[in-house]
């Protein structure tokens, strides 16, 4: 079992930045993906990046150039560091994780999802 918590998100400025903040605990033999994705208002859950073991990162159109995502050398916390934000990056990011529970399952993970607001 894994948990996910994510915190960093906020009210921003259009053209300011936040960095998203995800840390993983509990019993899991490793985590070979983690990422963010990020659901507004009315629309459905959409991908903003992704993050393999080894650091191979995937990107969203409509974030390329303006996020990066990150993990850290134990693989137990993925960041998210936005820049540039635009209002239309308003949503709520959640932090997803595919954890390794036996030596031939994963399994898929959630966190809570922090609320990342960008308006004058």
């Known amino acids: 079992q894994v948990q996910l918590v994510e915190s960093g998100g906020g009210l921003v400025q259009p053209g300011g930045s936040l960095r998203l903040s995800c840390a993983a605990s509990g019993s899991r033999f490793s985590i070979p993906a983690m990422g963010w994705y990020r659901q507004a208002p009315g629309k459905q859950r959409e991908l903003v990046a992704t993050i393999n073991s080894i650091g191979r990162t995937n990107y969203a159109d409509p974030v390329k150039g303006r996020f990066t995502i990150s993990r850290d050398n134990a693989n137990d916390t993925v960041y998210l560091q936005m820049n540039s934000l635009k209002p239309e990056d308003t949503a709520v990011y959640y932090c997803?994780?595919?954890?390794?529970?036996?030596?031939?399952?994963?399994?898929?993970?959630w966190g809570q999802g922090t609320q990342v607001t960008v308006s004058s």
């Open positions: 997803n994780a595919q954890a390794r529970v036996t030596p031939a399952r994963v399994d898929n993970y």
